[in-house]
Structure formats: C-alpha cells, structure tokens
C-alpha cells in the first residue's frame, strides 16, 4: 500500500495532536496531586478521617445509581482552575471511590 506524502503528514499531524493532548491532560492532572483530597484519602478511609484530612466538601449527596453517599470538593491545581473531586462512601461511611468529577457526574455512571 503507497502513502503520499500529505497523508503520511496528516497522520504524523494527528498523531501530534493526540501526543500533545495527553501530555496536557497529564500535566493538568498531576497538578492537582498535592491537594490533601488526592493525596492522602485513601480507599477504605472514614468519612470523618476524610474530613480531618481534606475539609468540609463542596456538596454532599445521597447516591441514586451507586450505593451510598457521595461528597464533591473544589480543587485547584497550580494552573489555578478550579477541578471538581468526588469521594464516595459505601454504606458503612467508608470510602468506595475517588476521581476527579463531581459527585453528580459519578453517580449517573458509577465505576464501582
């Protein structure tokens, strides 16, 4: 199979662009490593120990497609954009999962 030479480029430009994109989206998200939030709360945790370690959350929810309850934190990373950070809880108050999306958004597609 022959390639021309513009679209032996235009897979290079693409393939750039992908490199480019997931460099940024490493880079936003390794600036938000040092909130305690993502540091240090840990699955298995209690709801108070994650309060001890991160603070009151933004919002709190009662969960409707995943079980338990759900706590969403505003974070900033050192590009200053404010990034949303869910913590949800299992029936007994402990910690089930954690990502960086609200609260809202995990419940209406739960990874556990």
Known sequence: MKYTKSAVMGIAAVAAAFAISACSTYDRAAS???EPVV???KVGMTKQQVVD???QPATSITMVN???TCST???TGTDKKPQNYFV???DTGKVLNKGYQSCAE???NPQK
């Open 32 to 34: 938000y490593v040092t």
């Open 39 to 41: 540091k240090d709360v």
């Open 53 to 55: 370690i991160a603070g």
């Open 66 to 68: 995943a079980r338990g």
């Open 73 to 75: 934190y505003l974070i």
């Open 88 to 90: 949800s809880f299992d």
């Open 106 to 108: 995990y419940d209406t």
